[in-house]
C-alpha cells in the first residue's frame, strides 16, 4: 500500500469506529431517552383524558346520557347544575293491607327524597380552574383534538350509554423515531399502555376506565 494512502485509511478507519461507537451508544440510549419522552407525554395526556371522563360523567348524571360533540360538553359544564338531595327512609300507612286486615293500620317502608338545592357541576368539578375548555385539544400537539364517540349498547333489553374518548400513540408521539414508535404500537405489557392508542371509556363494553396502567394514573370506574 502506498505510504500516501495510510493516512487516508487511518480517517476512514477511524470514522468507522467513531461511527459505530455512536451507534452502539445510540442503540442502548435511544429507548431509553423514548420511554422517558413517552412516560412524560403520557401523564399529560391521560391527565386531559381523565378531565374528558369526569366531565362525561356529570354529563350522564344531569341528562342521562352522555355526548359526542366537545363544545356541547364544554356548554353543559359552563351551565349546569347537579341537584343535591337527602334521602330518608320512613313508613307510611300501606292502604291496601290496612283494608285487607279489616282496618287494622300496616306500614310499610319507604324512601322520601327531598331536594336540598343546587351545585354548579364546573365548581363541582373543576372549581376555580378553567383547563375544561382546553381538554379536547391534545397536549404537545397543535391543532389536534381527542376523538369523541358517545353512543348506547343494548343489555338486557336496555340501552346503557357509553363513551369513548382517544388519541393515537403516533400522534402523541409524531416526533420520535418511528422504530420505536411502531414497537410501542405493538407492545403487550401490564406496565405500559397496550394496543396503538390512549383511551377512555369503550363503544363495545360499558366501562368508563382508562386502558393505561395505575403508574400513569388512577383509573376510576
Known amino acids: 500500500m502506498p505510504t500516501k494512502l495510510k493516512p487516508v485509511l487511518n480517517i476512514l478507519l477511524w470514522a468507522l469506529i467513531v461511527f459505530l ?9 435511544g429507548p431509553i431517552k423514548f420511554n422517558k419522552i413517552k412516560n412524560k407525554r403520557y ?6 383524558l381523565m378531565d374528558i371522563r369526569d366531565a362525561q360523567l356529570a354529563h350522564r348524571q344531569v341528562t342521562g346520557r352522555f355526548t359526542d360533540n366537545f363544545d356541547n360538553l364544554v356548554k353543559f359544564i ?3 347544575k347537579f341537584t343535591i338531595t337527602q334521602r330518608t327512609d320512613s313508613q307510611i300507612i300501606d292502604e291496601e293491607l290496612t283494608a285487607r286486615y279489616g282496618g287494622v293500620e300496616t306500614m310499610k317502608d319507604t324512601v322520601i327524597i327531598d331536594t336540598l338545592g343546587f351545585k354548579p357541576v364546573k365548581d363541582s368539578l ?15 400537539v397543535e391543532n389536534v383534538k381527542f376523538n369523541l364517540q358517545s353512543g348506547f349498547i343494548e343489555q338486557n333489553d336496555i340501552n346503557i350509554p357509553v363513551f369513548e374518548a382517544s388519541v393515537k400513540k ?9 422504530d420505536l414508535v411502531m414497537q410501542e404500537n405493538q407492545i403487550v405489557s401490564v406496565d405500559g399502555v397496550n394496543g396503538d392508542a390512549l383511551i377512555v371509556g369503550s363503544m363495545d363494553e360499558v366501562k368508563t376506565i382508562g386502558n393505561w396502567p395505575k403508574t400513569y394514573g388512577v383509573t376510576k370506574k
Open 170 to 178: 403516533e400522534v402523541i408521539l409524531h416526533d420520535q423515531e418511528k
Open 78 to 80: 359552563d351551565t349546569a
Open 43 to 48: 401523564e399529560v395526556v391521560i391527565k386531559s
Open 21 to 29: 461507537g455512536y451507534q452502539t451508544w445510540n442503540s442502548v440510549t
Open 126 to 140: 373543576f372549581k376555580n380552574s378553567d383547563r375544561y375548555k382546553t381538554m379536547m385539544n391534545v397536549p404537545g
